[in-house]
């Protein structure tokens, strides 16, 4: 039975590759993911956000993707 969270990343998510690298470890995992949510800040000084459902084949999958992600700053929202 597949399993979805929530999740969001904050910052200077667009410069900084971090938005490319959290799809890129999402879609490496094989899970999926729907970003509904995002916010490009129209100054450099700032920040954006994007808030991103994924979904994984099972638990252990997803508790392993959120572990990598975590590294990338994201935030687990449910």
Known sequence: ???TCTVEVKG???????????LDIITESGATHDTNEVSIGK???EASSARINITAENREIMDALLEKLKKQGITVIK
Do not use: F, R
């Not at 200077?12 to 959290?22: E, F, G, M, R, W």
């Open 43 to 45: 100054k450099k000084e």
């Open 12 to 22: 200077h998510i667009i410069d900084s590759l971090t938005l490319a690298k959290v």
């Open 1 to 3: 039975m597949s399993i």
